[in-house]
């Protein structure tokens, strides 16, 4: 895989990272599926677009990693470093930020829900509950969310199969004291609370996004369906909108405790609202599982420490920042606790947190009646002036920012957690001042009688030190003191890229290496959906008059007669007709006793579907006082429509439907293949699906109304896997050929090799890309023949030889003081440091 930068293609980011894949591709950032050859362990990487490189995008892009890098919390994504600047060009500044975080192979929560479907109920609770953990995780350490939302929560896939839901992209997060933004740069429409669209953020904004998200996954559609309009009614007009349909009505398992629950957590006011995530979830879980506890203790999120295996990188970052690390060290307290009671609950938090007055409070000294009993201590911080604490409460208990003088629980706290730099250090009690104090006259003695032996015990080394010396300096030559029991010589020496290309066919079974035939299987999968579509083209008919024909007859044997265009006629059932021409009619031929007639077009003057009269509908005398003409429609009059509208199914009504579908499909069938392939197995390239649409009813205009159609999508999704094992084996063998070839049979390959798998044009098979670096010495009997060619000699002589051999760069020997390698071969080591 590749990534296009500056004009650049990118498969390698930090000369760690090697790309795989493209993830996802948002506004301002594009995330990359990435192989961590030093972790081991696929990971994902977010890169800054190009054209969104400005300041504005970099402290965003910083921020993001800043807030979540050191949380430790099973249910937000693991961001594994901090922003990183990748130099790609030196003489024109190009840079490549960015961030390596965790890949959650499970995907997202969006690509899950179908509309106008509920999500599982057996899924939705735990997976909101584990939800409301993360957002209350982040609320403790004074992080607001701002997006909440399906397509920002994943899906991590646990070492057992089973799935952990984890919430990402704190790329929109504010501080909690941080009330003003900027509502184009953030947030996403549907989940965004009424003050959010006033350009302002409270901790309050994430619990209605909470409560948006449960509504949608119980009823399968969102509470409100809102337009850009509405946006600037919610900042012009306070007046909240009217309630959603209850979704005890849409769904008839839900309770209706849930209605209040889900009413009160999108409140229009946020001081009406649940004041944080667990107490929204705690009425969530009361409104489910009636009657409730009224004491039990809950556990608020889990906070494990990270397996053992972090990256050397994460380690030493966190190793470099001691207040950092001191929050870390923290999140191994233990969990909050809540004791439920009818009175309002008092909140006991182990650190960090807050402890709120209860108006029910006895006295002073006696613990309140609806707590157990621990009373924690406490620490009177009225003037200590201001702490660094992410919230403040009002008297309800809602988080608002700033600060107040309040208690707050010194349990598992340092002094350190307390002060900030613009505090003064506290002062300690007097009574401590004078149990510690020492007279400066015995301080003073005592401390020149210290400094007094100090200074002759280090005259007496000194001495003894030099007299060893002096009495060991003539037997300098001798063994055991010029020549040493071990050795260990560090070479510098040059590398030689060696790299390779080649196609690779693929057989079932019998793999052939010398003939480039590995182990391959083709998987495939066809995954299908229905769903309709609402027609909504439009066309519109005018109305026609029929038309026909009207025949003349004269029954005068003398006169000839004519009758004007326009001449009506009324049929007998009512409808006008008028002649379109001139119709001329000699007399008729006495001899013959022939009639004679003339034909001439006419038309219904009514429009629509009545004028068309049937055959002799008009049969009557007309025009003179002798009723010798005589008129007949001797044909049907026809072609006479009213006016009316249709409806019918466009292109783009199938579009809107079938194109979310094949994604959700694509999806489904990526991740069915994904658990096809066998152990050792990989995929070569990514797996290529085929989309196909039908509709059940016509599409386009088909003069009559249709409402809506069935839409059906299926994908075919097919992969190609090879056996990773043969691969490898097949590299490390032409690699060493070409080595061998290159450079002598005097080298050998290194173990770092890189190798790329692409698909080719061609029948089960692929293109191998593989490049190592050759280097010399690193054949163990290489090594002890260059160690007997050096032992017992000096230093220098061994240097000078060494660097007589091909390929050596620089030669540092490390003896331990002496000037000899020792005699034994065995104990001389070899250090290799290759440089390319």
């Known amino acids: 895989m590749q990534l296009w930068r500056y004009g650049r293609a990118i498969e390698m980011v930090g000369h760690r990272y090697r790309l795989e894949g493209m993830l996802g591709s948002g506004g301002m950032a594009d995330v990359c599926l990435a192989w961590d050859l030093v972790g081991k362990r696929e990971v994902a990487i977010k890169v800054i677009k190009q054209e969104n490189m400005d300041q504005r995008a970099l402290d965003r892009f910083s921020k993001e990693a800043e807030k979540v890098v050191l949380w430790n919390h099973p249910n937000i994504l693991r961001v594994y470093t901090n922003v990183r600047m990748e130099l790609l060009d030196k003489e024109q500044g190009s840079i490549l930020p960015y961030i390596v975080m965790e890949y959650a192979e499970g995907g997202d929560l969006h690509r899950r829900l179908t509309a106008g479907q509920p999500y599982d109920l057996s899924e939705t609770l735990p997976l909101f509950r584990q939800l409301c953990s993360a957002v209350a995780y982040a609320h403790k350490h004074g992080v607001i969310h701002r997006d909440l939302k399906p397509l920002n929560i994943l899906f991590r896939v646990l070492p057992d199969g089973t799935e952990q839901p984890v919430l990402s992209d704190f790329g929109l997060a504010v501080e909690v004291g941080a009330t003003h933004f900027t509502y184009a740069r953030g947030g996403t429409l549907p989940y965004m609370a009424p003050e959010q669209l006033r350009g302002v953020v409270v901790p309050e904004s994430d619990i209605f996004a909470l409560g948006v998200i449960l509504y949608q996954l119980c009823t399968g559609r969102m509470p409100f369906r809102r337009t850009l309009a509405d946006v600037g009614r919610y900042i012009h ?141 406490t620490l009177d911080l009225e003037d200590a002036g201001p702490v660094d604490q992410p919230f403040r409460r009002s008297p309800r208990g809602r988080p608002t920012g700033g600060y107040a003088s309040r208690r707050y629980q010194t349990r598992g706290l340092r002094s350190r957690d307390y002060q900030t730099q613009d505090e ?97 299987h083709e998987y495939s999968t066809t995954e299908s959906a229905s769903q309709d579509a609402t027609a909504t083209g439009q066309t519109k008919t005018e109305g026609a008059h029929a038309q026909g024909t009207l025949t003349v007859y004269n029954g005068s044997f003398a006169d000839p007669f004519t009758v004007a265009a326009g001449t009506e006629f009324t049929s007998k059932s009512g409808i006008t007709v008028a002649t379109d021409e001139v119709a001329n009619i000699g007399p008729s031929d006495p001899k013959s006793g022939k009639v004679n007639s003339v034909t001439v077009a006419a038309h219904a003057l009514n429009i629509g579907v009545k004028g068309n009269i049937p055959v002799k509908d008009i049969d009557q005398s007309c025009c003179s006082s002798s009723n010798a003409i005589y008129v007949r429609n001797l044909e049907p009059f026809t072609g006479g429509q009213d006016a009316a509208s249709y409806t019918f199914v466009q292109q783009a009504d199938v579009d809107k439907v079938a194109k979310p579908l094949a994604e959700r499909l694509k999806g489904q069938g990526v991740q069915k293949l994904k658990g096809q392939l066998r152990a050792g197995e990989a995929s070569v390239g990514e797996p290529q699906c085929t989309p196909k649409v039908a509709s059940e009813q016509p599409i386009g205009d088909q003069e009559r109304t249709i409402e809506r159609t069935k839409v059906t999508v299926s994908q075919n999704c097919r992969v190609l896997a090879y056996n990773k094992q043969e691969v490898e084996t097949l590299v490390r063998q032409r690699l060493s050929a070409k080595a061998t070839a290159d450079a002598g049979k005097d080298v050998a390959l290194s173990d770092q090799i890189s190798t790329t798998v692409k698909p080719c044009d061609c029948k089960n098979g692929m293109i191998v890309e593989a490049k190592s670096v050759a280097t010399p010495f690193f054949n163990p009997l290489q090594q002890q023949h260059l160690a007997k060619s050096i032992a017992g000699r000096t230093v220098d002589e061994a240097i000078k030889a060494l660097k007589q051999q091909q390929g050596v760069r620089d030669v540092v020997i490390e003896v331990g003081g002496a000037n000899r390698l020792p005699q034994e071969p065995a104990a001389i080591h070899f250090e290799v440091l290759v440089e390319t």
């Not at 398992?253 to 999108?266: E, K, Q, S, W």
């Open 424 to 520: 003064e250090p506290r002062a300690r009690p007097a009574s401590l001042q004078q149990a510690t104090r020492i007279p400066r006259t015995a301080a003073r003695t005592s401390g020149k009688r210290g400094r007094g032996v100090l200074l002759v015990s280090i005259v007496i080394a000194l001495l003894l030190v030099g007299g060893l010396l002096t009495w060991l300096l003539p037997f300098r030559g001798l063994s055991g003191f010029g020549q040493a029991s071990q050795a260990t010589v560090k070479l510098t020496v040059s590398g030689q890229e060696v790299s390779d290309s080649f196609i690779v066919s693929g057989v079932e079974q019998n793999p052939d290496l010398a003939h480039l035939r590995v182990t391959m």
């Open 237 to 377: 007009d306070p007046r909240p909108p009217a309630p959603p349909p209850r979704p005890s009505r849409l769904q008839a398992l839900l309770p209706g405790a849930l209605d209040a629950v889900l009413f009160r957590a999108l409140h229009h006011d946020p001081e009406h609202r649940y004041a944080d995530a667990l107490e929204l979830w705690e009425a969530v879980e009361a409104a489910f599982f009636d009657p409730p506890k009224r004491h039990r203790s809950f556990r608020a999120f889990d906070e494990r420490p990270r397996p053992a295996s972090l990256d050397h990188e994460t380690l030493s970052m966190r190793l470099d920042d001691d207040e950092d690390l001191a929050l870390d060290e923290e999140s191994f307290s233990p969990p909050d606790t809540f004791v439920y009671s009818s009175a309002r609950p008092t909140r006991v938090l182990p650190y960090d947190t807050e402890e709120f007055d209860d108006p029910d409070e006895p006295p002073s000294g006696q613990p309140p009646r609806h707590c157990r009993s621990m009373q924690p201590d």
